[in-house]
């Protein structure tokens, strides 16, 4: 189903009280919010979460980050959702990211890059599920 995303607001935007901005802009951009909670992830929580990229150079960096701090979590409805979610939120590299997107305006570097979206619609499911109960998605 492509109406549906997932996103996930990263430790650096709750640190950096940028969170409502961040919220705002997604909102703006006319994406529903179909599930929200905010969490902390295990270090082996985000292991799991990111065990694609195990192995990698930044793999440590990544998880250590991810389990720092709080996480918004997000399933979010619009038409062509994944694509769209990407779009707003601009290049991994927040020096890289067009001008206007999230990642560019809130961003610091590629580990603290302030949200994380899904990449495909399989992705989507399997990291919703991660976080939601079918009855905590509306
Ligand atoms: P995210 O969308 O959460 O998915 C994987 C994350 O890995 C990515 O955002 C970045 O934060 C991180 N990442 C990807 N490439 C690098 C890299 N070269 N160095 C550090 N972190 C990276």
């Known amino acids: 189903n492509t109406r549906f995303t997932f996103c996930m607001i990263k430790p650096d935007a709750f640190k950096n009280d940028t969170v409502s901005d961040i919220l705002l802009e997604i909102l703006k951009a006319g994406f529903k919010i179909r599930g929200i909670k905010i969490t902390m992830l295990t270090k082996a929580k985000a292991e799991e979460f ?75 499911e399997r990291e919703w599920s991660f976080f939601f109960s079918k009855r905590e998605i509306y």
Do not use: C, Q
């Open 50 to 124: 990111y065990d694609i990229h195990k192995g990698k150079e930044f793999f440590d960096r990544l998880t250590t980050f991810m389990s720092s701090g709080p996480v918004m979590a997000m399933v979010l409805e619009k038409p062509d959702a994944v694509e769209s979610l990407r779009k707003l939120i601009g290049k991994t590299n927040p020096a890289e990211a067009e001008e206007g997107t999230i990642r560019n305006r809130f961003g610091t570097d590629t580990t603290h890059n302030t949200v994380h979206a899904a990449d495909s619609y399989e992705h989507a």
